[in-house]
T-cell receptor
Framework: GAVVSQHPSRVICKSGTSVKIECRSL??????MFWYRQFPKQSLMLMAT?????????EQGVEKDKFLINHASLTLSTLTVTSAHPEDSSFYIC????????????FGPGTRLLVL | AQKVTQAQTEISVVEKEDVTLDCVYE???????LFWYKQPPSGELVFLIR??????QNEISGRYSWNFQKSTSSFNFTITASQVVDSAVYFC??????????????FGTGTSLTVIP
């Protein structure tokens, strides 16, 4: 099956710093990628949808300037948490769809962010 | 109000039993999508199904089946002959089409399924 990787898998940073998380589709071209956030023992939240070459579409309540998403190529999307604070600590997950009209999402293994 | 309700927080079944996970949604839209996802203990999410609001046909995929009932705003998920590997948290989700401002996506709180050998 299709593989999606995320890097790093775990990151600890100081408050005020920015953290970049990469999401790569390894064996297919991803026209659309999604970024999710999951708090410990809580449900998931879709943060944004990104299409290659265009601006990301953010869900209501998600700060665009705080969570910068760049989908520069068909195999890479990045999420940058700017000026991270302890409340940004979470499990960030990406997924990708292989083409327009495709339904199946392939998920990355997630990135655990801890902001001290 | 909760847009997606998964009333069952935790379910335990014995292997080979059938189990149904309930999902009730709320929307005023005529066009929307419903999803089910699986999150095993490893944490990596697995997409199971996407169903659009105009397709009320039930879906069967191996031991998995989904029952979409618009009349009751439900999209229930049944696992037949459950196996230990089915132990996971299952999330139901709703996507409403907001063409101008982007889709609005809602997850249920998840149902933790434990299959006992």
């Amino acid at each position: 099956g299709a593989v999606v990787s995320q890097h790093p898998s775990r990151v600890i940073c100081k408050s005020g710093t920015s953290v970049k998380i990469e999401c790569r589709s390894l064996d297919f071209q991803a026209t659309t990628m999604f970024w999710y956030r999951q708090f410990p023992k809580q449900s998931l939240m879709l943060m944004a949808t990104s299409n290659e070459g265009s601006k990301a579409t953010y869900e209501q309540g998600v700060e665009k300037d705080k969570f910068l998403i760049n989908h520069a190529s068909l195999t890479l999307s990045t999420l940058t948490v700017t000026s991270a604070h302890p409340e940004d600590s979470s499990f960030y997950i990406c997924s990708a769809i292989a083409g327009t009209g495709e339904e199946t999402q392939y998920f990355g293994p997630g990135t655990r962010l801890l902001v001290l | 109000a909760q847009k997606v309700t998964q009333a069952q927080t935790e379910i335990s079944v014995v292997e080979k039993e059938d189990v149904t996970l309930d999902c009730v949604y709320e929307t005023r839209d005529t066009t929307y999508y419903l999803f089910w996802y699986k999150q095993p203990p490893s944490g990596e999410l697995v997409f199971l199904i996407r169903r659009n609001s105009f397709d009320e046909q039930n879906e069967i995929s191996g031991r998995y089946s989904w029952n979409f009932q618009k009349s009751t705003s439900s999209f229930n998920f049944t696992i037949t002959a459950s196996q230990v590997v089915d132990s996971a948290v299952y999330f139901c989700a709703l996507s409403e089409d907001r063409s101008n401002t982007g889709n609005q996506f809602y997850f249920g709180t998840g149902t933790s399924l434990t299959v006992i050998p």
